[in-house]
């Protein structure tokens, strides 16, 4: 007799697989459907014959590879004033 109540393949996840179009994964990644088709040599991706997807963790890849952290860490005690940038315009009579 089968268990009914077991799925049949019980160390397989059980979420699906999400496949996102260019524009689904540019929309989940916060950046303009071009930039994906000018980087897709260097992102994570799936292509089966001519169409191209994505799967959540092809995002979660390309996520890591453009993550950034600060070089220096913030100020510890900041004043929250702000500091005028010197002038760019040229003064009159240097020249």
Known sequence: M???TRSPCAGCRTAALRRLTYAQAAAELHVEESWLRRHIRRLPHTKLGRVVYFTDDDL???DS???HEP???APAAS???LVPLPS???RANAG
Request: aromatic share 6%; no cysteine; proline share 6%.
């Open 71 to 73: 070089a220096t860490p």
């Open 65 to 67: 590879l453009f993550h």
């Open 79 to 81: 004043t929250g004033q």
């Open 2 to 4: 089968i268990d009914q």
């Open 60 to 62: 979660r890849r390309i």
């Open 88 to 90: 760019r315009r040229r």
